[in-house]
C-alpha cells in the first residue's frame, strides 16, 4: 500500500506528467476528427448470419504435468462441430502433417485441402511459426499450438466457402481478418482463393456471400477512445459506422503492414502479406454510449459495407450476455466452449491415459489424484 506521506507527491507528479504530454491527446483529436463528419447511419437489411468460432486455447487446456494436452475445436453458431483434435506442444510435427492426408497423399481435413490449394507441402512451408525443435533436449514452447489452431479456423472457412448456399449469407468470424502466422506470401493466396469463391457463388447459385469479421479489442480503438469522446465520433443516437483511413490505423499498430491492404500497396506501397479486411468502427445501439466494435470487412466488398453491417444489425441488436455485441458469434462461443461436464469428462481421459501408459505403477496415479496439489490455498480457508 501506499504511503499517505507519498500520495499528495505522487498525485502531482501524475498531474505534471499529464501537462507535459497533453499535446499528445491534441493530436489524437486532430488526426480523429475529419471522422465525426463522415459517420454513417446503419439500415436494417434481412441476411442469414453465421459465426465461425475455435475454441480458446487458454480455457481448453487438459493439463497434468508433464503433459499439456490442448484441444483444437471449430464450430459455427448452429453448433455445427468441422474439427476436434488433441495435440500437445511435443507433438512432433511430422506426424501432424501425416495426418491432414490420406497415404495416397490426397487431403483429409480441410486443412490438408488449404495446404493443397496453396501448395505448402509441410506445416513449417504453411507456416514459419511452426517448427520442428531445434535442440530436443530444450523446453518446447507451446505458442506454435496456437498457431496450428489459427490455421485450421482459416482452412475451415475456406471450406465452407466451398458449400452451396441456399440463401444471401453473412459470415462473421471471430476476429479481424488479418494474420501473420502464413509463411512468405501463402495468406494473400489464400485471400485470392476466398476471392475467387465467393464471386463463384454468385455466377453458379446467385448468392451474395459476405465476409467480416469482429473483434473485441483492438489497439486502435485503445488508442483513440478518449479523442472519439472528447470530438463527438459515433455519438449519434442511432446504429451507426465510420469507415478508418489506412493512415489511422497504421500509427495505432507498432508493426505498420498489420494495417497496410491491398489498396495501400496498389499506391506503390510495400505489398500486402498480412491484411485482408478493411477495418469500420461500428456501434451497433441508438444510445451515444453504446459500446464501439471496430469490424473488419472484407477487401473486396468493402463497397458493400451498408449492406454487410446493416445485415449484422438485427443480429446485434439480439446480442446476449453481451449488448450489442453479434448474438451469432456469442453462440458460437458458447458452443466452442468445453466446461463444466465436457471439460471434466476430458480431463478424466488425460488420466486413464496417463494410467494406460504407467501399466504396473497405475495404483501410484490414484494416490496421486487424492493428494492436494496447492498446499497454500489453506491459507484462504
Avoid at 489524437?28 to 439500415?43: A, G, S, V
Avoid at 492426408?101 to 483429409?108: I, S
Avoid at 446493416?310 to 441488436?317: F, K, N, R, T, Y
Wanted: charged share 25%; with cysteine.
Amino acid at each position: 500500500m501506499i504511503d499517505p506521506s507519498t500520495q499528495g507527491q505522487l498525485k502531482q507528479a501524475i498531474a505534471e506528467c499529464i501537462r507535459s504530454d497533453r499535446s499528445v491527446l491534441d493530436a489524437l483529436r486532430k488526426e480523429i476528427q475529419p471522422l465525426r463528419n463522415q459517420t454513417r447511419r446503419i439500415q436494417p437489411r434481412a441476411t442469414t448470419s453465421i459465426s465461425l468460432v475455435g475454441t480458446d486455447g487458454g480455457n481448453n487446456q487438459l493439463q497434468f504435468d508433464p503433459f499439456l494436452i490442448q484441444l483444437v475445436r471449430v464450430v459455427d453458431s448452429s453448433n455445427n462441430e468441422y474439427c476436434l483434435e488433441a495435440l500437445s506442444p511435443t507433438t512432433p510435427i511430422e506426424w501432424l502433417r501425416q495426418r491432414q492426408f490420406h497415404p495416397g497423399g490426397l487431403p483429409r481435413t480441410a486443412l490438408g485441402e488449404m495446404m493443397a490449394t496453396l501448395g505448402a507441402k509441410s506445416l513449417p512451408e504453411l507456416s514459419h511459426m511452426i517448427r520442428p525443435p531445434a535442440d530436443r533436449d530444450q523446453p518446447v514452447s507451446p505458442s506454435w499450438v496456437q498457431v496450428y489452431r489459427e490455421l485450421v479456423e482459416w482452412a475451415i472457412l475456406l471450406a465452407i466457402l466451398k458449400k452451396d448456399f441456399a440463401t444471401d449469407t453473412l459470415i462473421v468470424c471471430d476476429g479481424l481478418l488479418r494474420s501473420k502466422v502464413f509463411a512468405t506470401v501463402l495468406f494473400p493466396r489464400l485471400l485470392a482463393e476466398m476471392r475467387r469463391l465467393i464471386e463463384l457463388q454468385w455466377t453458379r447459385h446467385k448468392r451474395r456471400v459476405y465476409l467480416a469479421g469482429v473483434a473485441k479489442h483492438s489497439k486502435l480503438l485503445t488508442r483513440y477512445r478518449l479523442a472519439m469522446a472528447l470530438e463527438g465520433v459515433l455519438q449519434a443516437d442511432y446504429p451507426a459506422y465510420v469507415e478508418v483511413p489506412r493512415d489511422i490505423e497504421e500509427k495505432a499498430y507498432i508493426w505498420p503492414e498489420y494495417a497496410r491492404g491491398d489498396d495501400v500497396a496498389s499506391r506503390g506501397g510495400e505489398v500486402n502479406k498480412f491484411v485482408g479486411g478493411k477495418m469500420f468502427l461500428v456501434k451497433f445501439g441508438s444510445s451515444r454510449r453504446d459500446p464501439v466494435w471496430p469490424v473488419d470487412i472484407f477487401m473486396p466488398q468493402r463497397e458493400s459495407a451498408p449492406i454487410i453491417l446493416g445485415s449484422m444489425l438485427a443480429d446485434a441488436i439480439n446480442g446476449f450476455p453481451v449488448p450489442f455485441y453479434p448474438r451469432c458469434l456469442q453462440k458460437a462461443h458458447e458452443n466452442a466452449a468445453l466446461v463444466d461436464f465436457d471439460f471434466d469428462i476430458l480431463q478424466d481421459h488425460i488420466y486413464d491415459g496417463v494410467r494406460s501408459a504407467l501399466g504396473d505403477q497405475s495404483g501410484a496415479l490414484d494416490v496421486f489424484r487424492l493428494q492436494d496439489t496447492d498446499a497454500a490455498q489453506q491459507r484462504y480457508r
